[in-house]
């Protein structure tokens, strides 16, 4: 059974620091796609950074420099290490598995097959 689970979020000030984690089990992590989206009420989920199996990594411009995607086998985990982060990163924070379809980076949130729930992140002074 294929899971992904998120934890990590929380309340931070501006400026401030997280790092999320998406824990994943039920099929072999290495050989996947992962991706990183954010969703604020209103608005559609959109991608913010992507992990491929092949070991590439994308970031959407407005966390470029900021945020940073890595994987660790061992412990079945991708996480997103956020810094300098500003008001407009509060969101709820979802990772996806990229679904059979396609290949790689950048992940789009219709290619993903599961999705965590998801974990909150508001940034506020």
């Known amino acids: 059974q294929v899971q992904l689970v998120e934890s990590g979020g929380g309340l931070v000030q501006p400026g401030g620091s997280l790092r999320l984690s998406c824990a994943a089990s039920?099929?072999?992590?290495?050989?996947?796609?992962i991706g990183w989206f954010r969703q604020v009420p209103g608005k559609e989920r959109e991608g913010i950074s992507c992990?491929?199996?092949?070991?590439?990594?994308t970031y959407a411009d407005s966390v470029k420099g900021r945020f940073t995607i890595s994987r660790d086998v061992a412990k079945k985990t991708v996480y997103l290490q956020m810094n300098t982060l500003k008001f407009e990163d509060t969101a709820i924070y979802y990772c996806?598995?990229?679904?059979?379809?396609?290949?790689?980076?950048?992940?789009?949130?219709?290619?993903?097959?599961?999705w965590g729930q998801g974990t909150q992140v508001t940034v506020s002074s």
């Open positions: 996806g598995r990229r679904g059979p379809y396609g290949d790689g980076c950048p992940l789009s949130p219709k290619s993903v097959d599961y």
């Open positions: 992990s491929s199996r092949d070991g590439s990594t």
């Open positions: 039920g099929f072999s992590l290495p050989y996947n796609t």
